[in-house]
Structures are given as structure tokens and as C-alpha cells.
């Protein structure tokens, strides 16, 4: 089977009706981060969401590791999903399901060393979906996300062999490497930001060859 494929840091009205055409199952819409270039305002954030029909997944990334702060994020934008880009540090992952039963849980793995996969199979029993990523939370400057740079396959091909929740696969990937990294990791979905950007803006070209390339 084929991973979904997630189309990140959407920043316009026009790329997600881009990146739908070209058959995107989920967007992801990048709120504020410590670091990383795909950031707008959760107005803009509220208002891509609005219009994205069903079944297209609207994943709102929060640097918030606060639940209530989590949880009021998400009433700001709205979106059906919320993918939590750092670890949390008050409350748990029951107090967001208990007030928003509707909207799913993504939680991201910074993959760093084989401690990594312990933290994922934990968290996966508490979230909807897990999301492998290469950033690194304990920089003074955060990296969230959004590095361009790939991480140790091997340790996300582990995760996702024994991880009962759907996995997705970030990181780096473009073109040249994302067969790759699907016979490798056997992902749920993949996610990509940079690799399918010229100058920070979604280039058709790349989403075209990019989706030709999951789908050969
Ligand atoms: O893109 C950002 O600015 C960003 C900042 C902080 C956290 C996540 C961010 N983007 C996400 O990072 C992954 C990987 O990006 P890339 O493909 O390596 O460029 C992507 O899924 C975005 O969701």
C-alpha cells in the first residue's frame, strides 16, 4: 500500500488548494516556532482550515507544551488535528482528548538515539498518530521541525514495526530519497516541507515528480 502523503508548512490559500490537487491527504499548518521557515499566523491558520473539505486532514503544529495552552491553540485555528512538536511539560494527553473528543493527536519524535524509539512506543499509547521528525528539543535554540535534514531510518523503521498507531515519516525527504525511505521505514504516511519548496514557495514541478515518485 502507498503512504498518505502530508503537505507541510502551507502558508496561502493557494498552496493547499495546490497541494490537494495534487492529492495531499493532510496539510500542515506551521504555527509559532523558536526556529524554522514555515511559519504564519494562527488567523491564516484558521482560515486555510475552513476551507479544506473533508477527508483532508488540517494538522495545526504547536510549540506549546502546556495542555491548556495546547487546547486554546487549537480554538484559535480550528483545524482537525493537532500535531505537537515538543514534549509536553504540565498535563496530559487524556485532558486534551477529554475537551476536544473530535480532534486527533499527533505527536512528534525528535528521532536522535536509540532512546528515541522508547520515548515513541511509550507516547503512542496515548495519541492518535506518531510523527518521526530530525529535530532537536534540547538546543538552546529549539528545532522543532522544519530542518530539511533526514535522521536514522533505521531507528524510525523500528518504531514503526512495533508501534500499534499509525507512523509518519519526516525529515529531509525530496525526490531523491523518499522511495528510499518508504521500502525502508514502511511508513503510515510521509511528510514534507522543504523538499517539495524553490525559494520557499510550493513548486508545482516538485509536487508532481514528488507524488509520481511515492505513487511508482
Ligand atoms: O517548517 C517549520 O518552520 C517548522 C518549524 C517547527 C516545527 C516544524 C516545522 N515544520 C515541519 O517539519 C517537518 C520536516 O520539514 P522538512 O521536510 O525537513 O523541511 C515538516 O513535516 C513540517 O511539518
Not at 518521526?132 to 535522521?151: A, C, F, I, Q, Y
Amino acid at each position: 500500500m502507498f503512504p498518505k502523503v502530508k503537505i507541510c508548512c502551507i502558508s496561502s490559500e493557494e498552496e493547499a488548494s495546490m497541494a490537494i490537487g495534487y492529492g495531499a491527504a493532510a496539510l500542515g499548518l506551521v504555527a509559532k516556532m523558536p526556529s524554522g521557515p514555515g511559519v504564519i499566523d494562527d488567523a491564516l491558520i484558521a482560515t486555510i482550515a475552513a476551507l479544506v473539505p473533508p477527508p483532508i486532514g488540517t494538522f495545526m503544529l504547536t510549540s506549546e507544551t502546556n495542555v491548556d495552552e495546547i487546547i486554546a491553540h487549537h480554538y484559535r485555528t480550528n483545524t482537525n488535528t493537532i500535531q505537537i512538536v515538543d514534549a509536553l511539560q504540565s498535563g496530559t494527553y487524556k485532558a486534551i482528548k477529554t475537551a476536544l473528543p473530535v480532534i486527533k493527536i499527533v505527536q512528534v519524535i525528535h528521532i536522535i538515539n536509540e532512546a528515541s524509539v522508547d520515548e515513541a512506543l511509550q507516547i503512542a499509547e496515548h495519541v492518535d498518530a506518531l510523527l518521526l521528525d530530525s529535530g532537536n528539543p534540547n538546543l538552546v535554540l529549539k528545532e522543532l521541525g522544519g530542518t530539511g535534514r533526514t535522521h536514522n531510518w533505521q531507528l524510525s523503521k523500528q518504531i514503526v514495526a512495533q508501534c500499534k498507531k499509525p507512523v509518519f515519516l519526516a525529515g529531509g525527504l525530496k525526490i531523491d530519497n523518499v522511495k528510499r525511505a518508504i521500502d525502508i521505514v514502511q511508513p503510515y504516511g510521509i511528510d514534507v516541507c522543504s523538499g517539495v519548496r524553490t525559494n520557499q514557495q510550493l513548486d508545482p514541478h516538485k509536487l508532481e515528480v514528488f507524488f509520481r515518485t511515492v505513487y511508482a
